[in-house]
């Protein structure tokens, strides 16, 4: 049985104060969370007042992107153990931001996701289609590819912690979602990438979310998918009511 997740990312947005502020307003309102995780993914400078803001709750700290060496000269770099030591658990690599705006390849995204998991976090790695590789139909074998480069020697001791976001990136923050059962046909070709790696029984323990403009209208007929383990959500993240009806699925 695998326990849905579904993560926050904050991008560029909230200051520390603002980011304590959100947190204050949010957590009243996500109930119980005994059969679902939730992720907070604030900026670096948000991290150390929001790591404080959900302690004691049943939330956890996730980073929006790690650097794969552990120290030295790195300008503007943050290592696995700098987040490790602000409690932060999960580490969201190869956003489609960063494959888009700062070259991240899927060569990078492999050694990020080896340096974190060296380093005690869990990365919940991206991967999906620009609308021109859509229209070209060439969806899956693109996906199949991102995960093919992103495991390439990653430990099958490790696959069961890692989470896979599929983020279709025409749907980032355009309003456009995948239908439900389009989402949910890529997503088993993902896990049937990863059970070619790992075997089955693996592929099919591991957790895999949706993310594109999901939206409380959105989330519950998402969430009614069997391949669909939860969602990596951004602009609706940043306001609690909708983000707590989101954790919610409740339209
Ligand atoms: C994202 O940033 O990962 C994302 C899915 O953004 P949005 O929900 O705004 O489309």
Redesign the pocket.
Known sequence: MRVPIIAG?W?MHKLPEEAVALCRDLIPRLGKLDDREVVLCPPFTALPAVGEAIRGTKLSLGAQNVFYEISGAYTGEVAPPMLKALGVKYVIIG?SERRQYFGETDEMVNRKMQAALDHGLLPIVCVGETLEQREAGITESLVKSQIEQGFKGIAEGYAKEIVVAY?PVW???TGKTATAEEANRVIKVIRETLAGIYGNATAAAMRIQY????KPGNMAELMGQPEIDGA?????SLDAVSFARIVRYDD
Do not use: C, T
């Open positions: 990312n991008k956003h983020e749907a980032i923050g993310g594109g403009s999901v990596l959500v951004g602009g609706a």
